[in-house]
């Protein structure tokens, strides 16, 4: 006799208690339910990139299969040949790899089961459970009703099952032009709920299709095809969004009659941001009429785009965490997502000292040949990131915000007769400036210094309320650098006021570039590195970068200083 070893729970590794879907799995795994397997899935439609809510399924499918000793597959729903296209699924497949994730050798197509799909019809036909339907398009929507009104039972509903097992071949066999007819599910066109109203399940389309080429003419519609699949693979648990609710009656009607391994579908509420749209067509809108770049354009919520922007999949994962998982709609603030990547990148990011407004500061005091090479910490949450020099003479930059000539007394920066610390070098003193005398814009800053006060001189630990950033002007490097904003100044932009659209919401100025002057250590920076420019923001080089000419694209200031405001065009 074999003994079955009762089915363990891993144990809890965070302190934070079980959201809804771990508790069902926990119920499953305790009644033995599936001999206690766990096995999810990600399935994408390969019609456009993959988003942060996309990351969100992602980290809970994998998430959990990992936590409870199971599996988790990709697979492809690629059902509709008109949409689709492999340069989508090689970006899928690159997007879930670089968040962390690994299918093994579990890669599937829904497009592998058209065949089986196609005997699970003939299946039903032959169970007097569907029925070629010679309607078109529109009469079917008609004769659906309403919610409240019962629909209308189609002319040929009544066909005999060998007119239909015919009909249903030679539409298989293109002898039907498209449109002309469609294979429904024979159901309850009276039922509340609209989907069971006698769904389509295949639809004639003589179209080529990215992996099955022009072997198929007839497709199967995606409600057809996602629980089948899923009960192919003997998913376990099949983690969908919300809106698939509704569906479920009929996926489950569909295992039923056709007699095959149940699927337990859960819902849980899509992720929705702040300042964000995540539709697929509304991105691809973005993409194709040119608002942004690409769709890796660093304003775009796609994974690529974050990516690029310089978000790091750790950030990505830990935001997933902490917004766990809801039953209902909701919508988060985007600000969560920035805070987890700046304290990542707080740990792992070099600082490195950039202008990004400068303005020309002169030591009078300070010889003019001189040049020093002084002491910076790389990274102060990480000893182990060691030092580096920086080089100091007598003309620097300075942000020229960062001096008023009439300032307020709580404005702790440079000011005339005011004194302030270089990080890493001098106490400096503001003693004049230099106007351009048209426009009484402020050319040069001229100070003294006091050689005392650099480190492991007597004066070093001096203390001035304020402490500036700074380059060598003659040693500084030019670089491109992106100031990215929100691309919506609506927080809610899909909430459309009449006579509008979401594209009526687009941040004008959600993109401005500048040229900073930056110390000389940035000539080492490579592609997709991360950087804390001191006390701007964390900075990512762009992958359009060359050694010559430096592209930095700001992943997130230091602080929450977006606009705020909901100016609306
Ligand atoms: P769209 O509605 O924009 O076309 P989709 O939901 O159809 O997107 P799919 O490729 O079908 O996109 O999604 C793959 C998986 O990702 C599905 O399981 C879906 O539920 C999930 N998903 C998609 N968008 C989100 C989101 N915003 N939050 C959480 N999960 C999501
Ligand atoms: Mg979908």
Redesign the pocket.
């Known amino acids: 006799m074999l003994i079955m070893e009762e089915p363990k729970l891993p144990e809890e590794k965070a302190l934070r208690s079980l959201n809804f879907i771990e508790e069902i799995i926990e119920e499953d795994i305790r009644n033995g339910v599936n001999e206690g397997r766990v096995h999810t899935r990600?399935?994408?439609?390969p019609?456009?990139y993959l988003?942060i809510?996309?990351a969100?399924?992602i980290c809970l499918n994998f998430g959990l299969a990992k936590k409870y000793n199971g599996m988790t597959n990709l697979r492809f729903?690629d059902t509709n040949p008109v949409k689709e296209d492999v340069e989508y699924v090689d970006s899928i497949m690159e997007d879930v790899k670089w968040l962390g994730f690994d299918w093994e050798d579990r890669l599937y197509y829904a497009s592998d089961y058209f065949e089986q799909l196609y005997e699970y019809a003939v299946t039903l036909i032959r169970k007097e459970r569907a029925y070629v339907c010679d309607m078109s398009a529109e009469e079917i929507s008609e004769t659906r009703g309403t919610p409240t009104r019962p629909g209308k039972e189609s002319p040929y509903r009544n066909r005999t099952v060998g007119e239909n097992i015919d009909l249903f071949a030679r539409m298989r066999n293109g002898e039907f032009p498209d449109g002309t007819r469609v294979l429904r599910a024979r159901i309850d066109m009276a039922s509340p709920n609209m989907h069971m109203r006698d769904p389509v399940l295949y639809r004639i389309l003589h179209a080529h299709h990215h992996r099955t080429g022009d072997q198929w003419c007839i497709y199967p519609m995606y409600d057809f095809a996602h629980g089948q699949s899923d009960s192919i693979e003997r998913i376990t648990h099949s983690?969908?969004?919300l809106e698939?609710e509704v569906h479920r009656p009929l996926y489950d009607w569909f295992i039923r009659e056709i007699g095959i391994y149940p699927p337990r579908q859960i819902e849980?509420a899509?992720?929705?941001m702040t300042y964000t749209v995540?539709?697929?067509?509304k991105l691809l809108e973005l993409v194709q009429q040119g608002f942004v770049s690409g769709w890796d354009d660093p304003r775009m919520p796609t994974i690529c785009g974050l990516r690029r922007r310089g978000f790091t999949p750790e950030s990505i994962r830990n935001f997933a965490e902490t917004i766990g998982v809801a039953k209902r709609d909701n919508i988060i603030d985007v600000s969560l997502l920035e805070f987890c990547i700046r304290e990542d990148l707080n740990r792992r990011a070099n600082r490195l000292m950039a202008i990004l407004d400068p303005v020309k500061v002169v030591i009078d005091n300070y010889p003019e040949e001189l040049t020093e090479e002084l002491e910076s910490v790389n990274n102060p949450e990480d000893e182990s990131r060691g030092k580096r020099k920086m080089p100091f003479s007598k003309t620097l930059f300075i942000e020229r915000d960062d001096f008023m000539e009439d300032p307020p007394n709580k404005f702790f920066r440079l000011a005339p007769g005011r004194e302030v610390r270089l990080k890493a070098a001098y106490i400096i003193r503001c003693e004049s400036v230099v106007k351009e005398p048209e426009t009484g814009r402020i050319t040069e800053i001229h100070c003294t210094y006091d050689p005392m006060t650099r480190s492991g001189m007597p004066d070093s630990n001096r203390k001035v309320k304020g402490t500036l950033h700074w380059v060598s002007a003659k040693h500084a490097v030019g670089v491109e650098v992106r100031l990215y904003d929100r691309l919506f100044v609506k927080e809610n932009p899909d909430d459309i006021e009449e006579g509008k659209t979401y594209k009526d919401y687009l941040n004008p100025d959600s993109l401005k570039v500048i040229t900073a002057m930056v110390e000389p250590a940035v000539k080492n920076a490579q592609v997709s590195e991360k950087y804390q420019f001191e006390r701007t923001g964390y900075f990512s080089v762009d992958k359009d970068s060359t050694a010559q000419n430096l592209i930095f694209n700001r992943v997130v200031p230091l602080k929450d200083s977006w606009v705020k405001t909901e100016k609306v065009k």
């Not at 990600?42 to 439609?45: M, Y």
């Not at 995540?278 to 067509?281: A, E, F, G, L």
């Open positions: 990600f399935p994408p439609e019609n456009g988003h809510g996309h969100k399924s729903d983690i969908c969004t698939f849980f899509r992720l929705n995540m539709s697929k067509r």
